[in-house]
């Protein structure tokens, strides 16, 4: 260890889904603005070992890390606004706590004793919470506990923190942040369930050191006066988080309540260096200024469930904001796509992105949706089992294999042009199982994937059991589908593009996982700036 590494938890109270995730992200951004190395995890209550198992509807979308790990999507949000790669030791659920002790108890590491919350799960989850430290690489830790104090599933987390408070001293501090309800009728923010709330971390030992308020309207002098004098906090502490139109101004809005100097303040650094956001700032007169407008379609089967999309969302608004273009993205039901309403439906807009999946359900919208966009020239992009259905399409209605599927869809296919890979086919356990993580791939110059990224090899993340099935791959090719992404190593196709069109990419992989607010993912910028050039094409 090298560094003295300082320690930031934030728990949350009141109500779930504040935005601890986003508050924690811009944290981190400022810290690291002003030049510290930062990390950020989470800790999860909940009894799955990792997100991988859970439908989207229960958590939304499960983010996958460079190290492989399955998790859950605020890692997304830590990763596109620091820019820094997570591992699997930045996300710890009980069930992974549970399953380690419970591992150790039957190698006999325990000797005999009686194994109990505390202190075996509690040591085990300050275990996992300092792991992070003995790399020395960071000066700050910011850990989130996901849920809501009070539920019985933070409690042994809640009582790590109260321990490893007393352990660290001056190294760590609590952030508590809760909802001020605003009550129209009466035109008052209300604070008493804040004060419960504080009061119920402090009836578990642990007392916050900085309040964050989530509110729908500035809040005064007296509000703030009034929380610090019941939660036990200085004034200055009271932070506010007012709502506001885009997740990336919630940096500026902290640096603006002087969270930033606080922290530093509370920890006892007397920082000279100043935080430096010119980049980010530019980008968000971007996304308030555009110059352009294009409309994008991305066909789904959960888009009810906008979290389910998060980081395709994001990978967005990353290329419209450095291309200084709005996108409007439509979310369309892949179930309600018919050959009959086909154009009805997709007619208008000028790029469609077929999005990742499992199962059966929506598939058809899916290939029909990327029949219109490889006849009518509209720019595509297919990810994952988008890419699957594209190649699907491709070989159904212009090599007329007329039963041609995945396997996955149906298993006894004459066709099977997207197979389960060698190595899965043993595998009969769901948790981890799949191909995960980065992988290399290598570009085929003079490819449209080559114009994107302008590189030879590149390394995109995986989440999948099928592939392209290579015995089709010359038929396919002489047909005008071209392979043009494959892994060096097992020969693996990861990109297809139609030849005779302006912008068909499909590719395996997911390179949403990688796209950051400065740093955009080059086949987003590329696919806004193919939609940008279809829609100047209609107007002249
Ligand atoms: N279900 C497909 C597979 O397992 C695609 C997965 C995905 O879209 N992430 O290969």
Request: proline share 4%; charged share 25%.
């Amino acid at each position: 260890m090298t560094k003295d590494t300082k320690y930031i938890f934030v728990t949350g109270g009141v109500v779930s889904s504040l935005g601890k995730g986003i508050i924690s992200a811009s944290i981190g951004k400022l810290l690291q603005s002003r030049g510290f190395s930062i990390t950020i995890q989470k800790l999860d209550p909940y009894i799955n070992v990792d997100p991988g198992t859970l439908n989207p509807y229960e958590h939304g979308e499960c983010y996958v890390t460079e190290d492989g790990a399955e998790t859950d999507l605020d890692l997304g949000h830590y990763e596109r606004f620091l820019n820094i790669y997570t591992s699997q030791a930045n996300n710890v659920t009980t069930g992974k706590i549970y399953l380690n002790v419970i591992e150790k108890e039957r190698r006999g590491d325990y000797l005999g004793e009686t194994v109990q919350v505390i202190p075996h799960i509690t040591d085990e989850i300050k275990y996992r919470i300092r792991l992070l430290e003995f790399s020395g690489d960071y000066d700050f830790i910011i850990t989130e506990i996901g849920g809501t104090v009070g539920d019985i599933e933070s409690l042994p987390f809640i009582e790590a923190v109260r321990q490893l408070r007393l352990e660290l001293g001056k190294r760590s501090l609590v952030m508590h942040m809760t909802l001020l309800p605003y009550l129209a009728n009466i035109g008052e923010l209300k604070t008493k369930p804040t004060q419960h709330s504080v009061k119920n971390l402090q009836e578990l030992g642990v007392q916050p050191d900085i309040l964050i308020c989530r509110t729908s309207v500035p809040i005064n002098d007296s509000i703030r006066q009034k929380l610090a004098l019941f939660c036990n906090v200085e004034q200055r502490a009271v932070i506010e988080n007012i709502d506001i139109d885009t997740i990336y101004k919630v940096p500026i809005k902290m640096q603006e309540e002087k969270l930033d100097e606080v922290i530093l303040d509370k920890f006892g650094i007397s920082s000279t260096s100043q935080t430096n956001l010119s980049k980010w700032i530019e980008l968000i007169n971007h996304i308030d200024n555009p110059k352009n407008e294009v409309d994008v379609a991305l066909i789904g089967k959960y888009i009810e469930l906008k979290d389910a999309y998060k980081s395709i969302i994001e990978s967005f608004i990353h290329a419209g904001a450095y291309l200084e273009t709005k996108v409007n993205l439509d979310f369309i039901s892949s179930e309600n796509i018919t050959e009959g309403n086909l154009d009805n439906l997709l007619n208008k807009y000028n790029a469609i992105l077929v999005a990742p999946g499992f199962g059966e359900r929506g598939l058809e919208g899916k290939i029909l949706a990327a029949k219109y966009a490889r006849e009518n020239k509209i720019p595509f992009l297919g990810i994952c089992l988008g890419m699957q259905m594209a190649v699907v399409e491709f070989a159904r209605n212009v090599l007329h294999l007329k039963d041609a599927n995945s396997r996955e869809i149906n298993p006894r296919t004459l066709n099977p042009v997207i197979d389960l890979m060698e190595n899965q086919k043993k595998i009969s356990v769901k948790g981890g199982t799949m191909r995960l993580g980065a992988y290399p791939c290598k570009i085929v110059k003079n490819s449209k994937l080559y114009e994107c990224y302008k590189q030879d090899l590149v390394y995109e993340r995986h989440r999948h059991r099928y592939e392209f099935n290579n015995k089709y791959l010359e038929i396919f090719e002489s047909h005008g589908m071209k392979a043009v992404g494959i892994n060096p190593t097992e020969q693996l196709v990861e990109a297809m593009e139609l030849e005779d069109h302006p912008f068909f990419i499909g590719v395996q992989f997911h390179p949403e996982y990688k796209s950051r607010f400065e740093s955009p993912h080059p086949l987003f910028v590329s696919l806004v700036r193919a939609a940008l050039e279809k829609k100047n094409n209609i107007i002249q």
